[in-house]
């Protein structure tokens, strides 16, 4: 009851005409840098922080979270429409969601994501504001050998379920530790793989990564085909004149959106990255299931042809994951996605901390900020689902101009964030990489989740070491570390044997005579 009080008071303040001001330029701002890829809900919220100072903090902070979630549906828009995702958390939606808006459903699409994101960002802020102190107690079981396990699980995880190939995902995954391992080591003070050259003493900022592999390196790909694809923008339009979701459509992605959430909620409680390895998880558990029932003629298999469970669960599981991560900031002082780092430091530079003591100490900001993240959400569904059709004509543009512009916003978001010209000429190699990665089936996402994972994992495994004086027995101690392995192992061995059914079931199809089916 003290909990739903203090709600109600967050709500007083966060109602206001100022704040809610605030909420809807953060909301619309971050739709629309969403939608341009480099200029992500975290550069976003990078850029507004000089401009915020002048505001009271409860007010900067409703803006901050504003942008926050506008970005995510942002993000979603671009993979949707242009199959160019603004963050690397939209990719999974891309790929089902742009197959739907080739067969003349991108309203449909939109609108799926419009109302995941809303699903997932009410639930995740709900179960913040009233079961906080639980979140914080779980947060705080994990030492340095559970977050080493668990960024053994995220890799492993999203290798196997974003490839259909395990060799190709692992090269994807080898690719990305190499370049989180450029840079200073922070224990030792040794150069790894600089080349000698300075400006890579601090690393690969990773807005340069995720620009580079998948803005440009879609770019790239795109102009390679050009001549040998057929504009699809009017498929894409043809249909597009009510978002809205129709009976059937609904029925199939309530179940979705449900599953998604079961993904999100528990990720954004845990330094596991954002939200890239939930929405994998979500779309690769909604891809079986629809195996699943293909198999027993419960219902067809769209999936690779644009299933709208494959944009419902993804889209769920990134808000979701969303509004625990902002329980974890408040809580913790934990920053889990790039966003939250930033607004950590945003937090500190109004001379704050976040964790146990913010609820005490600055309580008023505190339930005002969860307050907003209701009000936000509610502002983005009336705000985007009725102009999906809008967002769709993007794609009248032709594609030389419209591709053309999103090398300049990417270029110009790369340099904006550190004004470095070797940022521009690593975006230019990562470019290259990303087009080729396409060019030969490598997916792009294990190398995003090791780039951010990889320095987590490798100084949480050090910390362990140093705990256990050395001894690798360490990182196996504990309960949790032991239920994540037997979990690593058992995914493993299902991942196995599935593949093993699947190529023999291929072999009988291949020997079976013409006019029969095999068993």
């Given at each position: 009851?003290?909990?739903?009080?203090?709600?109600?008071?967050?709500?007083?303040?966060?109602?206001?005409?100022?704040?809610?001001?605030?909420?809807?330029?953060?909301?619309?701002?971050?739709?629309?840098?969403?939608?341009?890829?480099?200029?992500?809900?975290?550069?976003?919220?990078?850029?507004?922080?000089?401009?915020?100072?002048?505001?009271?903090?409860?007010?900067?902070?409703?803006?901050?979270?504003?942008?926050?979630?506008?970005?995510?549906?942002?993000?979603?828009?671009?993979?949707?429409?242009?199959?160019?995702?603004?963050?690397?958390?939209?990719?999974?939606?891309?790929?089902?969601?742009?197959?739907?808006?080739?067969?003349?459903?991108?309203?449909?699409?939109?609108?799926?994501?419009?109302?995941?994101?809303?699903?997932?960002?009410?639930?995740?802020?709900?179960?913040v504001a009233f079961f906080s102190g639980v979140i914080i107690d779980i947060a705080l079981r994990f030492g340095p050998a559970e977050y080493f396990a668990l960024a053994v699980f995220a890799f492993l995880a999203t290798s196997a379920v974003v490839s259909q190939s395990?060799?190709?995902?692992?090269?994807?995954?080898?690719?990305?530790?190499?370049?989180?391992?450029?840079?200073?080591?922070?224990?030792?003070?040794?150069?790894?793989?600089?080349?000698?050259?300075?400006?890579?003493?601090?690393?690969?900022?990773?807005?340069?990564?995720?620009?580079?592999?998948?803005?440009?390196?879609?770019?790239?790909?795109?102009?390679?085909?050009?001549?040998?694809?057929?504009?699809?923008?009017?498929?894409?339009?043809?249909?597009?004149?009510?978002?809205?979701?129709?009976?059937?459509?609904?029925?199939?992605?309530?179940?979705?959106?449900?599953?998604?959430?079961?993904?999100?909620?528990?990720?954004?409680?845990?330094?596991?990255?954002?939200?890239?390895?939930?929405?994998?998880?979500?779309?690769?558990?909604?891809?079986?299931?629809?195996?699943?029932?293909?198999?027993?003629?419960?219902?067809?298999?769209?999936?690779?042809?644009?299933?709208?469970?494959?944009?419902?669960?993804?889209?769920?599981?990134a808000s979701a994951t969303a509004g625990t991560a902002m329980g974890t900031l408040l809580g913790l002082g934990l920053p889990t996605s790039a966003t939250a780092a930033i607004m950590l430091a945003a937090f500190q530079q109004y001379g704050m901390q976040p964790g146990?003591?913010?609820?005490?100490?600055?309580?008023?900001?505190?339930?005002?900020?969860?307050?907003?993240?209701?009000?936000?959400?509610?502002?983005?569904?009336?705000?985007?689902?009725?102009?999906?059709?809008?967002?769709?004509?993007?794609?009248?543009?032709?594609?030389?101009?419209?591709?053309?512009?999103?090398?300049?916003?990417?270029?110009?978001?790369?340099?904006?964030?550190?004004?470095?010209?070797?940022?521009?000429?690593?975006?230019?190699?990562?470019?290259?990489?990303?087009?080729?990665?396409?060019?030969?089936?490598?997916?792009?996402?294990?190398?995003?989740?090791?780039?951010?994972?990889?320095?987590?994992?490798?100084?949480?495994?050090?910390?362990?070491?140093?705990?256990?004086?050395?001894?690798?027995?360490?990182?196996?101690?504990?309960?949790?570390?032991?239920?994540?392995?037997?979990?690593?192992?058992?995914?493993?061995?299902?991942?196995?044997?599935?593949?093993?059914?699947?190529?023999?079931?291929?072999?009988?199809?291949?020997?079976?005579?013409?006019?029969?089916?095999?068993?």
């Amino acid at each position: 009851m003290a909990t739903l009080d203090l709600l109600m008071g967050g709500f007083a303040a966060a109602l206001t005409p100022a704040n809610l001001l605030w909420a809807l330029i953060g909301v619309t701002l971050g739709t629309a840098v969403g939608v341009l890829p480099g200029l992500g809900s975290a550069m976003a919220v990078a850029l507004l922080l000089p401009v915020t100072f002048k505001l009271d903090p409860t007010g900067a902070f409703i803006m901050f979270t504003a942008v926050y979630y506008g970005g995510l549906f942002g993000d979603s828009t671009t993979s949707i429409l242009m199959n160019t995702p603004g963050n690397s958390s939209a990719i999974a939606t891309a790929i089902e969601g742009h197959k739907m808006a080739l067969k003349g459903r991108a309203s449909q699409a939109l609108a799926t994501s419009a109302i995941g994101a809303f699903i997932g960002a009410v639930t995740s802020t709900a179960i913040v504001a009233f079961f906080s102190g639980v979140i914080i107690d779980i947060a705080l079981r994990f030492g340095p050998a559970e977050y080493f396990a668990l960024a053994v699980f995220a890799f492993l995880a999203t290798s196997a379920v974003v490839s259909q190939s395990m060799v190709r995902g692992l090269i994807a995954l080898s690719i990305g530790l190499t370049v989180a391992m450029v840079g200073i080591d922070t224990q030792s003070g040794a150069a790894r793989f600089t080349l000698g050259v300075p400006s890579l003493y601090e690393g690969v900022s990773i807005v340069t990564v995720t620009v580079g592999l998948l803005a440009l390196g879609e770019v790239l790909h795109v102009a390679s085909r050009i001549h040998r694809s057929t504009d699809q923008s009017r498929e894409v339009l043809r249909g597009t004149g009510t978002p809205w979701l129709s009976l059937a459509d609904l029925r199939r992605a309530l179940p979705a959106w449900l599953r998604g959430l079961g993904f999100g909620l528990p990720f954004g409680a845990i330094p596991a990255g954002g939200s890239e390895i939930p929405t994998f998880l979500a779309y690769g558990s909604e891809r079986k299931l629809a195996k699943m029932r293909a198999r027993r003629g419960k219902g067809p298999d769209e999936f690779g042809e644009g299933a709208i469970e494959g944009v419902a669960a993804p889209e769920s599981a990134a808000s979701a994951t969303a509004g625990t991560a902002m329980g974890t900031l408040l809580g913790l002082g934990l920053p889990t996605s790039a966003t939250a780092a930033i607004m950590l430091a945003a937090f500190q530079q109004y001379g704050m901390q976040p964790g146990p003591l913010l609820f005490e100490r600055n309580g008023d900001l505190v339930w005002a900020l969860l307050a907003s993240l209701f009000i936000g959400s509610v502002m983005l569904l009336v705000l985007n689902l009725p102009f999906a059709p809008l967002w769709a004509k993007l794609l009248l543009i032709p594609k030389r101009y419209l591709y053309a512009g999103i090398t300049v916003f990417a270029v110009l978001g790369v340099y904006a964030a550190a004004y470095s010209m070797a940022d521009l000429w690593l975006l230019i190699l990562l470019g290259l990489l990303g087009f080729m990665m396409r060019r030969y089936e490598i997916p792009v996402a294990p190398v995003l989740i090791a780039v951010i994972l990889g320095p987590l994992a490798e100084t949480e495994l050090r910390r362990a070491l140093a705990v256990g004086q050395g001894d690798v027995g360490v990182l196996f101690a504990g309960p949790i570390t032991l239920g994540i392995y037997t979990v690593i192992l058992l995914a493993v061995a299902f991942v196995g044997v599935a593949r093993a059914r699947s190529r023999t079931r291929a072999r009988k199809e291949e020997t079976a005579p013409s006019g029969t089916v095999p068993r």
